[in-house]
C-alpha cells in the first residue's frame, strides 16, 4: 500500500468515498494483523512518511501500519526499474513504489491516488504488478 492509503483513515471522513477507503484500509489492516494477508511494506514508505510535515499524523501512521511485514529495501535494481517507470509517466514516489511491489513479487498494489490508478490501468502490459484502489480490491475480494 502506498502512503494514500495509510494517509486515509486520518482523512477526513465526511466524504463517502473517503470513509469507504478508510473502511477499507482498516479491514486490511485487521487481515494482515490477522494473517489472511501479508504486507509488503517498503522503505520508501517509511521515508515519505518520516518526511511528512504534520508530526502528529506521521505518528498516527507509524502506529496504524503493523509492525508484522516484509520490508522491501531500495536497491539498483529498484531504482533502475523505477526509472523506466518514470520514463513511462509515472511520479517519481508513485515509481519508486511500484517498482518495490514488482521486486518483492506483490499480486496487488493498493493505492487511492486516482492518477496513479489511471496510468496504471493505461500500462497494465508494461507493469508486473496490478494496481487497485484498497475499496475495489475488498469488493472482488468479497465477490470471489
Known sequence: MDV?????PFDD????RVHLEAEAVLA????IEQGHCQLLHGEVV????????????????QTLIPRHHHYIRCNE??????????????????????ACA???GANIF??????????????????QVRVANPLA??????TD
Open 110 to 127: 493498493l493505492t487511492t491516488d486516482d492518477q496513479l490508478l489511471r496510468r496504471a490501468a493505461r500500462l497494465s502490459g508494461f507493469l
Open 28 to 31: 486490511i489492516v485487521l487481515g
Open 77 to 98: 535494481a529498484i531504482s533502475t526499474r523505477a526509472s523506466e517507470l518514470e520514463r513511462r509517466g509515472f511520479a517519481g514516489i508513485d515509481a519508486l513504489h511500484l
Open 46 to 61: 517509511d521515508l515519505e512518511i518520516a518526511n511528512a510535515s504534520d508530526v502528529e499524523r506521521r505518528e498516527r501512521l
Open 102 to 104: 514488482e521486486s518483492a
Open 13 to 16: 471522513q465526511t466524504q463517502t
Open 4 to 8: 494514500c492509503c495509510w494517509n486515509r
Open 137 to 142: 480490491w475488498m469488493q472482488d475480494k468479497l
